[in-house]
């Protein structure tokens, strides 16, 4: 157990719709970090937030958007679904974010119909 | 931006055979890290490499770090099918320092 929870863990949706995956990071730890990965696919880095502030953005579309609450949790917005945003969804924290190990939580599984 | 190129894409061994993924970068590195995920699990942090030519082990792991600090390895001797997974390298890259994933070595173990 890496101390970092991801809520749903699974999540089935239809084209067009909205969802929200949520993170609680490891106590203590002050980065989120948001990753996409597809089928048999390697990690692609979404967003990173630090103590509430966006740090760093990787390949985030449009359509997606996140933030990181005061108490350092963090939801990650997905809005106007597409077949291809099916995909395992990881949130992972580390203590500064300076390239510091990042302890992953076991991940949304996202599915849309 | 940063990018690391990690090989093979894919490893079938019998079980007991070596087994060897290379990550490698064109610029010098401050440290590397590898991570395993486990089918249907989620990356695992195993180990941070710093220093030019640093090796670890980890029982039947083994780590190193390249002298130019452009390199590394992840040698697994005798092969469980507990080894099973992907193996990803990460590098401190972007405008930010946030890590950069290799594309990871995809294991799989023949009983």
């Known amino acids: 157990d890496s101390g970092v929870t991801q809520t749903p863990k699974h999540l089935i949706t239809a084209t067009g719709q909205r969802v929200t995956l949520r993170c609680s990071p490891r106590?203590?730890?002050?980065?989120v970090y948001w990753y996409q990965q597809s089928l048999d696919q390697g990690l692609q880095f979404l967003i990173q937030?630090?103590?509430?502030?966006?740090?760093a953005k990787g390949n985030i579309l449009e359509r997606f958007s996140a933030q990181q609450f005061p108490d350092l949790h963090s939801e990650l917005n997905l809005s106007s679904l597409e077949l291809g945003d099916s995909a395992l969804y990881f949130c992972a924290s580390s203590v500064v974010g300076f390239g510091d190990t990042q302890y992953f939580g076991p991940g949304t599984r996202l599915t849309v119909l | 931006g940063q990018q690391v190129m990690q090989i093979p894409q894919y490893q079938h061994v019998q079980e007991g055979e070596d087994f060897t993924t290379y990550c490698n970068s064109s610029t010098t590195l401050s440290n590397i890290q590898w991570y395993k995920q486990r089918p249907g699990g989620h990356p695992v942090f195993l180990i941070q490499?710093?220093?030019?030519?640093e090796v670890k082990k980890q029982k039947r792991l083994t780590f190193q770090f390249g002298e130019a600090k452009k390199n590394s390895s992840l040698h697994i001797t005798a092969t469980q099918t507990t080894d099973v997974g992907t193996y990803f390298c990460?590098?401190?890259?972007?405008?930010?320092?946030?890590?950069?994933f290799g594309k990871g070595t995809k294991l799989s173990v023949k009983p």
């Open positions: 937030y630090y103590n509430g502030e966006e740090r």
């Open positions: 106590s203590g730890d002050l980065s």
């Open positions: 490499l710093v220093k030019s030519g």
């Open positions: 990460a590098v401190r890259g972007g405008s930010q320092g946030n890590l950069i």
